[in-house]
């Protein structure tokens, strides 16, 4: 009778164990825990240095590994609709056709809805490094310009004590508004409207600025640039933040 009732237990256990692993593999990630995030990037980004040498900071997946695009041995048809893609995507914008046209001309794999979808993830990254103060994972998504414009802020807010409390709630809409090849370096700007949950804290741990109870809608407009002047330049796939502009 003992020896039935532990086999049982024991399958009692299993089953349950199983199902809280299930859970958590369709949960959804964000919790408020920033540093969490923040270390699982940087593991990625680690993993993704050691196999190609060099550092992913917006890094777009090849146009080979999308099911839906054939490069097979006919370049011209590969092109032709890539530039397919880039028209129905840019849309009436004519300015912004005209920039991702000629970004995908210097660069067959550049594809803008993976390139949005990196964008948004690095946004993120960003928007929560530089509340966490963590100057290390800001130098690698960085130019080196901004890249001291944030260190100074955040050396300005050490310096009085200060903290933020941050919980990054999402990112509402990410458009590309300005694209444009110039001097063989590739830039696309995009407009981030996004929702956080911001408050600063005094030293005394008292709320000088925000609110910690309120969602708050930001919108962002932030350059990304990448050299796509030759062979080399293009095997490095790095897209870095240089330069930002609050619009709200």
């Known amino acids: 009778m003992n ?5 049982v237990t024991l399958i009692s256990l ?7 692993l299930k859970l958590r593999s369709v949960l959804g990630r964000r919790t408020g825990d920033e540093e969490s995030r923040i270390e699982r990037f940087r593991t990625e980004r680690a993993q993704q240095e050691a196999a190609t040498g060099t550092d992913k900071v917006v890094t777009l997946p ?9 490069f097979r041995a006919d370049g011209e048809l590969a092109t032709a609709n890539a530039e397919a893609r880039i028209r129905a995507f840019a849309g009436s914008n004519a300015s912004v056709r005209k920039g ?6 210097f660069d067959p794999a550049f594809d803008p809805e993976k390139f949005v979808a990196g964008a948004k993830t690095a946004y993120e990254m960003i928007v929560m490094a530089f509340a966490a103060g963590n100057r290390k994972l800001l130098k690698d998504l960085l130019s080196s310009e901004v890249y001291e414009g944030f260190v100074g802020a955040i050396a300005d807010r050490e310096s009085r004590g200060e903290q933020i409390d941050q919980s990054f709630v999402g990112i509402d809409n990410a458009e590309i508004v300005e694209s444009e090849v110039k001097d063989g370096i590739a830039s696309v700007t995009i407009r981030f409207a996004s929702h956080l949950i911001s408050a600063t804290r005094d030293s005394a741990g008292e709320v000088i600025d925000g609110d910690p109870q309120r969602i708050k809608e930001v919108t962002d407009i932030w350059t990304f640039s990448r050299d796509v002047s030759s062979a080399r330049a293009l095997a490095n796939p790095n897209w870095k933040l240089v330069a930002t ?3 709200g």
């Open 3 to 7: 020896s039935s009732i532990d086999i």
């Open 14 to 20: 299993i089953v349950a164990v199983v199902v809280i």
């Open 62 to 70: 090849r146009r080979s590994e999308d099911p839906e695009t054939d």
């Open 100 to 105: 991702l046209l000629d970004i995908l001309r």
């Open 245 to 247: 502009l609050a619009a």
